[in-house]
């Protein structure tokens, strides 16, 4: 018989010891923490840049209007004086009437200014940048801005740098040309046109005699008709701004016929004022004769400046909010 073999059994698996288990667990966590921290910093990085940090494009706005504006001319750019308002001065005669209004009653009650303007020439309706930068993110008060080109009268605009899209066309001098969405034109003749951005080019729009364009939206008034569907628009795509419906403070610029405008500012976000959704606000506009009419940018932005004074209660706190642009009356 054969005698059985033996071998030593193998020796056990040592035990981890506790306080190699919570290193482990410690890397792990400050692993996790540092990834997190990374992502939060990438993504305030981001916010900063998107919606803080100036990018300017243009530094002295006058300057370049005064050049483009000699090159269409003819002028050289030694004969050529600039500021730091607006290169392109208005004549004396636009005709500026301000009227308070009460639309609705009760808790729905909204109060709105209404500016009924006749120019001798649109070229008395001119456009203004804050810091007289042209680029994304560059803002002041409206009625900073009104100061410091010598506005008699001002509203808010479109706050065209709170993105990079759209055709922005001011005092005659192309600034953009990225058609995005349903924009309003205004010709040297003083009529005014609502149409699409992305079916033509900024330059075709100058050569058709544009003055100003306006991206913001939507439409209101086209061809004397309240325009369908208005309550459904979203402005941008983008964080930050994809519904504008509700009752809100609100802008508007309307054309009764060439060379008479009305321009609209309605309070809201206070107890006094519940402010306007786009329906009504494009019944307000249809109410007051207008032919074609645009929503501007609205909320805390909507500010109507008259003589230096801010004629409305901005945002509900009577405070303004900084902005990009504003079209102004000398």
Do not use: K
């Not at 018989?1 to 010891?17: F, G, I, K, L, N």
């Amino acid at each position: 018989m054969t005698a059985p073999t033996w071998s030593p059994a193998a020796p056990p698996e040592p035990a981890v010891a506790a306080p190699t288990r919570r290193r482990r667990l410690r890397r792990r966590i400050v692993g996790a923490i540092a990834v997190l921290l990374l992502v939060l910093g990438s993504i305030a990085a981001w916010a900063l840049d998107r919606f803080v940090i100036d990018h300017v494009e243009i530094a002295d706005v006058a300057a370049y209007e005064a050049a483009q504006q000699a090159s269409t001319t003819g002028t050289t750019a030694d004969d050529v004086t600039t500021s730091t308002a607006s290169s392109t001065s208005t004549s004396d005669g636009a005709d500026v009437t301000i009227t308070q209004y009460t639309y609705g009653t009760g808790d729905d009650a909204a109060t709105y200014y209404v500016a009924d303007v006749t120019f001798d020439d649109i070229t008395q309706l001119q456009s203004a940048f804050a810091n007289n930068e042209f680029g994304t993110n560059i803002i002041a008060d409206p009625s900073e801005i009104a100061e410091s080109v010598g506005a008699s009268f001002a509203i808010n605009g479109d706050y065209y740098g709170f993105r990079d899209t759209g055709i922005e066309i001011r005092n005659g001098v192309i600034y953009r040309d990225e058609g995005a969405r349903t924009g309003a034109v205004i010709y040297a003749d003083g009529t005014m046109e609502i149409y699409d951005e992305t079916a033509t080019t900024a330059q075709e729009l100058v050569d058709a005699g544009a003055w100003l364009t306006l991206s913001f939206g939507p439409a209101l008034v086209d061809d004397g008709e309240i325009v369908d569907g208005i309550e459904s628009v979203e402005v941008d795509t983008n964080v930050g701004n994809h519904s504008i419906q509700g009752d809100q403070p609100r802008t508007a610029i309307g054309m009764i016929s060439a060379n008479h405008y009305v321009f609209v500012v309605v309070d809201g976000r206070s107890d006094s004022s519940a402010g306007v959704t786009l329906t009504e606000l494009a019944e307000i506009m249809a109410d007051l004769g207008a032919t074609e009419a645009y929503n501007l940018d609205g909320g805390g932005s909507s500010t109507m400046v008259s003589d230096g004074q801010v004629v409305n209660w901005p945002g509900g706190s009577g405070n303004e909010r900084g902005t990009s642009d504003i079209l102004w009356i000398g």
